[in-house]
């Protein structure tokens, strides 16, 4: 339930956009909580956006409006829409699961680049 595999990351400019994806494998996607973080050079990992097993979402005052996160349980797929993007977006995006009925497990994926020019 804990192996991760991120994609989608990219070279933009800004305002573009980019639809980031995290493929979880395992048979327990669905009971998840599933983040997604970023890092940029010199900066402390910061959480972008969650949702819950749910479907409740919650997003960093620096990307409301602008980024989506959603959820396949089908998949066993994670979303992050980035819209509008800013030249601070520019980070290492990681994905993350934590399953609170499983020990309270938590697990993360390698991380893919996004980076957007000016």
């Known amino acids: 339930q804990g192996q991760l595999v991120e994609s989608g990351g990219g070279l933009v400019q800004a305002g573009g956009s980019l639809r980031l994806s995290c493929v979880a494998s395992?048979?327990?996607?669905?009971?998840?909580?599933m983040s997604w973080y970023r890092q940029a050079p010199g900066n402390e990992r910061e959480l972008v956006a969650t949702?819950?097993?749910?479907?409740?979402?919650n997003y960093a005052d620096s990307v409301k409006g602008r980024f989506a996160i959603s959820r396949d349980n089908v998949k066993n797929t994670v979303y992050l829409q980035t819209n509008s993007l800013k030249p601070e977006d520019t980070a290492v995006y990681y994905c993350?699961?934590?399953?609170?009925?499983?020990?309270?497990?938590?697990?993360w994926g390698q991380g893919t680049q996004v980076t957007v020019s000016s």
């Open positions: 395992g048979s327990f996607f669905s009971i998840a909580t």
């Open positions: 949702i819950t097993n749910r479907g409740t979402t």
């Open positions: 993350n699961a934590r399953y609170y009925s499983l020990g309270d497990k938590t697990y």
